[in-house]
């Protein structure tokens, strides 16, 4: 059974930085792909960054050059490091890994982490 686990969120100042962590548990043979999706109260999940096993990588506009996602192959870990944090990016924050296991191709997905940007 494969498991993704975020840790990192929290509350933090505006201005300030976070990173969010995530691991992949299970019987995993390869990944295509892992990212990041966050989503607000009332909001629809949307896509924050994403990276590729082709090395290719995705963000969306509004975290473009403050959000830098990166992946560790061997452990399986994927993270988002975020700066200049504002208030617009108060939301959970889900991991979303493209995988392959004994069983096929699929799509999973973590618990979700609460960031919360206040003052």
């Known amino acids: 059974q494969v498991q993704l686990v975020e840790s990192g969120g929290g509350l933090v100042q505006p201005g300030g930085s976070l990173r969010l962590s995530c691991v992949a548990s299970?019987?995993?043979?390869?990944?295509?792909?892992m990212s990041w999706y966050r989503q607000g109260t009332g909001e629809q999940r949307d896509m924050v960054a994403s990276?590729?096993?082709?090395?290719?990588?995705s963000y969306a506009d509004s975290v473009k050059g403050r959000f830098t996602i990166s992946r560790d192959i061997p452990k399986k870990m994927v993270y988002l490091q975020m700066n200049s944090l504002t208030a617009e990016d108060t939301a959970v924050y889900y991991c979303?890994?493209?995988?392959?296991?004994?069983?096929?191709?699929?799509?999973?997905w973590g618990q979700g982490t609460q960031v919360t940007v206040s003052s």
């Open positions: 979303h890994a493209n995988l392959q296991t004994p069983r096929g191709w699929g799509n999973y």
């Open positions: 990276i590729f096993n082709n090395g290719g990588i």
């Open positions: 299970g019987d995993i043979w390869n990944t295509n792909s």
